[in-house]
């Protein structure tokens, strides 16, 4: 019985691990792309630095971008989903990807039997994806953060 479960499993992870990397991967370098093209650029085109403004602009940006970058890595799961069979088309595909990518977990929507580790191992994406785009966010706020005035005595 273990047996049957591991050969089964192996799928999962033979196209979970690619999944994880490739998604990695774009979310790193979208990330660069992110930082080189708007939050370096932006400040220099509002001639501004750190002022409530520029950041505000920065943050509404950068999460849009974010949100596109994480639907299109869903969507690379849900592509998956619907090519392996595990779920029959890619709206039902899409909404179990995000469901398993934020570890939301409330849609009702499943995968097939034989694909349902790979929604765990989306999960564990998700976690990897969404701890980037934080830190990520935290370095923009950080960096951009206007400078208080200085009341002293």
Not at 87 to 114: C, E, I, N, Q, W
Not at 128 to 153: D, I, K, Q, Y
């Amino acid at each position: 019985m273990l047996e049957d479960v591991t050969d089964a499993w192996s799928n999962d992870w033979a196209w979970g691990l690619p999944l994880i990397v490739l998604t990695v991967l774009v979310h790193a370098f979208a990330l660069v792309e992110i930082r080189d093209r708007i939050v370096i650029q932006l400040p220099l085109l509002l001639r501004a630095r750190r002022s409530s403004m520029v950041l505000a602009v920065l943050i509404i940006v950068t999460v849009l971008l974010l949100t596109v970058l994480h639907a299109i890595e869903a969507s690379a799961w849900a592509g998956a989903y619907v090519a392996l069979g595990a779920r029959a088309d890619f709206a039902s595909a899409m909404l179990y990807s995000l469901s398993a990518m934020t570890s939301y977990g409330h849609a009702d929507v499943f995968l097939a039997k034989p694909w349902q580790l790979m929604g765990a191992i989306e999960a564990l994406n998700g976690m990897m994806l969404f701890g980037l785009s934080t830190a990520f966010l935290f370095a923009v706020l950080r960096e951009h953060w206007p400078e208080l005035p200085c009341n002293h005595l």
